[in-house]
């Protein structure tokens, strides 16, 4: 069993930043693939951006060129940084882990992008 625990959400204004993590129970980050998925209220959870245990990195469009997702071995985390935040970048946002049949989700946190 793996727990993830996210933090960093919170409120900010269009165009601001933040920075999300997820810590890992347990040393997971060169076996398992590790992403970030967001949902809106009304719409179904999409991925964010992910990192396999190579380190290649994928991202959904409407990100690209504004997130960057990392990952450190050695303190089995990952983090989500998100730059030039849009409304449309309001959602809760899960961490999660996956590797064959495993599939781990944290609990979710809180991101709002409001004037």
């Known amino acids: 069993q793996v727990q993830l625990v996210e933090s960093g959400g919170g409120l900010v204004q269009p165009g601001g930043s933040l920075s999300l993590s997820c810590a890992a129970s347990?040393?997971?980050?060169?076996?398992?693939?590790m992403g970030w998925y967001r949902q809106a209220p009304g719409k179904k959870r999409e991925l964010v951006a992910r990192?396999?245990?190579?380190?290649?990195?994928n991202y959904v469009d409407s990100v690209k060129g504004r997130f960057t997702i990392s990952g450190d071995n050695a303190k089995s985390s990952v983090d989500l940084q998100m730059n030039n935040l849009k409304s449309e970048d309001t959602a809760v946002y899960y961490c999660?882990?996956?590797?064959?049949?495993?599939?781990?989700w944290g609990q979710g946190t809180q991101v709002t992008v409001d004037s």
């Open positions: 990192i396999s245990p190579g380190g290649s990195t």
């Open positions: 999660n882990a996956r590797h064959l049949w495993y599939d781990y």
């Open positions: 347990r040393s997971i980050l060169s076996v398992y693939t």
